[in-house]
């Protein structure tokens, strides 16, 4: 026995703490600091009253449609360009206006293939068009479309813009095209696969067209026979168009489609030039008008194979 007296203390049990992983559970002081904080209230969205609410679907449908055009419609034209906004690559309006003066006078530092027709930029007489109408509802919409895609000439700056502007179009939409102008050809490695994809994708649904205007240059052969080879440059390009023009509307309807620009149709200084070295004498040059009927004609010749081989349906008269 022990000659010390036992100590007197409270006595402590403990088992009412947690054994579990051996500590201490979070003080009083702790837990209220992490308490989560009362949510606020959601505020109620209250509908405008009646007479803040403009009732445009009352209007006539001939009053709405003058609207449509006055916020839709352009008449020198949309002219869409190419963006990078990050790393993606989108395509923008940009307000520019075209002027007639010859191309050389243009900013030529990346166009190895000018286009004919100088489009400069005067954003300050220009009124941006309300597209954010559209979003207003689908009545809206399924009425103004029509505005905005059919009574517009769109105009993109090369093939790469135009893929990037009929990828984010619906089939349906893509039918509500009537003209379009190309002012640039992709020649360059990175850019001539886009004339393909762009037109692939202008296939699947795009066969509405009025006008499939190219100003831009596409004479790229330095031989002779100009027409055969602008036929055989496009058909590369764009024979899944044509062929789904061709298969929709006739051959003919779908040649009629096609604007080429009468700088086009006439052979180059060089090309002149080798063909008389060719044939060791000197002939004058082909109309335009010839050129244009060679490249017709190989053309048909192209949208006929086909039909002739019965790999498939005919796309109509050649």
């Known amino acids: 026995m022990s000659s ?9 049990s403990y088992t009412e703490l947690d054994s579990d992983n051996g500590e201490h559970g979070p003080s009083e002081n702790h837990v209220a600091l992490i308490s989560p904080s009362k949510k606020r209230p959601k505020k109620l969205v209250q509908p405008l009253p009646k007479h803040k609410i403009f009732p445009f679907m009352d209007l006539p449908r001939e ?21 990078m906004r990050g790393i993606r690559r989108v395509v923008k309006q940009d307000n520019r206006e075209i002027v007639h003066e010859p191309w050389w006078k243009k900013d030529r530092r990346y166009d190895n293939r000018p ?8 954003s300050m007489e220009r009124q941006e068009l309300a597209t954010h109408f559209l979003a207003v509802s689908h009545v809206i919409k399924s009425e103004a479309e029509p505005w905005l895609y059919s009574d517009n000439r769109f105009i993109l700056e090369d093939t790469v813009a135009l893929h990037g502007f009929v990828t984010t179009l619906t089939p349906s939409t893509r039918g509500l095209l009537r003209r379009i102008t190309i002012l640039g050809w992709g020649w360059t490695q990175m850019r001539k696969p886009m004339n393909f994809s762009a037109f692939s994708t202008l296939a699947e649904g795009g066969v509405n067209l009025r006008s499939l205007r190219f100003d831009c ?6 031989t002779s026979d100009l027409g055969r080879k602008l036929a055989k440059l496009l058909y590369r390009s764009c024979f899944l168009w044509l062929e789904a023009m061709a298969r929709i509307r006739g051959v003919e309807d779908a040649l009629a489609v096609l604007d080429l620009t009468v700088e086009n149709l006439k052979e180059t200084p060089k090309q002149l030039w080798n063909q008389q070295l060719q044939k060791g004498e000197s002939q004058p040059p082909p109309s335009p008008e010839e050129v244009l009927q060679v490249f017709r ?13 019965g790999s498939g349906k005919g796309h109509g008269k050649v």
């Open 217 to 222: 240059d596409l004479r790229c052969v330095s």
């Open 63 to 83: 009053l709405r449609d003058e609207i449509y055009c006055e916020l839709l419609t352009d008449s020198k034209g949309i002219y869409l360009a190419n963006e």
């Open 297 to 309: 004609r190989q053309l048909k010749q192209y949208l006929g194979v086909k039909e002739a081989n």
């Open 4 to 12: 010390y007296p036992k100590r007197k203390r409270a006595q402590v």
């Open 115 to 122: 286009c004919y027709t100088t489009y400069t930029i005067k």
